[in-house]
C-alpha cells in the first residue's frame, strides 16, 4: 500500500493562497487515480480535485477557477494549488491514492489515504 503524507497547510487571510503538497511512498504512484478531499468542522469529508494517471483533471463546483491539481511523477508527489482563498475553505484537507486509471471523485475509490493537513482561512 501507498503512504501518502501531506504538507503546506497553514493560517492564511482570505484572498491569500496556499500550496499542498502531498509525497507517496512505497509505491511509484505515476500510474496511479490521485486526488484532495477536504473535511471541515461537524461536517462529512467532501471532494476537492482528481487527477488521472494521464493528468485529466476534474474539480468540485466550490473550487473551480481557484484551485489547480497537478502532479509530478518523477518526485512522486501530488499538488493543490490554492488561490483566492475564503474563509469556507477551512478545512483539514486529505490526499488519497488508488492504483485505477481512472479519474475518481468518490471516497469510495481510493485505498490510501494520507493524516491530513488543516488550511484555516481568516476572514
Known amino acids: 500500500q501507498v503512504q501518502l503524507v501531506e504538507s503546506g497547510g497553514g493560517l492564511v487571510q482570505a484572498g491569500g493562497s496556499l500550496r499542498l503538497s502531498c509525497a507517496a511512498s512505497?509505491?511509484?504512484?505515476?500510474?496511479?487515480?490521485l486526488a484532495w478531499f477536504r473535511q471541515a468542522p461537524g461536517k462529512e469529508r467532501e471532494f476537492v480535485a482528481a487527477?488521472?494517471?494521464?493528468?485529466?483533471?476534474y474539480y468540485a463546483d466550490p473550487v473551480k477557477g481557484r484551485f489547480t491539481i497537478s502532479r509530478d511523477n518523477p518526485k512522486n508527489t501530488l499538488y493543490l494549488q490554492m488561490n483566492s482563498l475564503k474563509p469556507e475553505d477551512t478545512a483539514v484537507y486529505y490526499c488519497?491514492?488508488?492504483?485505477?486509471?481512472?479519474?475518481?471523485?468518490?471516497?469510495?475509490?481510493?485505498?490510501?489515504w494520507g493524516q491530513g493537513t488543516q488550511v484555516t482561512v481568516s476572514s
Open positions: 487527477i488521472s494517471w494521464i493528468r485529466t483533471t
Open positions: 488519497a491514492a488508488d492504483p485505477a486509471r481512472g479519474l475518481l471523485t468518490r471516497r469510495q475509490d481510493y485505498d490510501s
Open positions: 512505497g509505491r511509484t504512484v505515476s500510474s496511479y487515480a
